[in-house]
């Protein structure tokens, strides 16, 4: 459901044109948990690849979260 928010965020539909500027955080205490749900919005979804689905983990370094991408 949530990989179904998200991919109308980015794409846009009937209703709603898309929101080009929109980034997305995905928060959980555990990061298999994190990681699970990052494969299954890979393998769900036609529109979130493995460029837009971004692990935050010690080496990240940016000031901003980029449009339409999202973060674990």
């Not at 965020?9 to 994190?34: C, H, K, R, V």
């Not at 393998?43 to 999202?70: C, G, P």
Request: hydrophobic share 40%; no cysteine.
């Amino acid at each position: 459901m949530a990989t179904a928010a998200i991919e109308i965020l980015i794409q846009g539909d009937y209703d709603n044109a898309p929101d080009t500027e929109a980034s997305f955080l995905w928060i959980s205490d555990q990061p298999e948990l994190n990681e699970q749900t990052r494969r299954k919005m890979l393998s769900m979804s036609t529109v979130l690849s493995e460029s837009r689905l971004v692990v935050i983990d010690a080496t990240f370094d940016s000031d901003v979260f980029k449009e339409n991408t999202v973060y674990f």
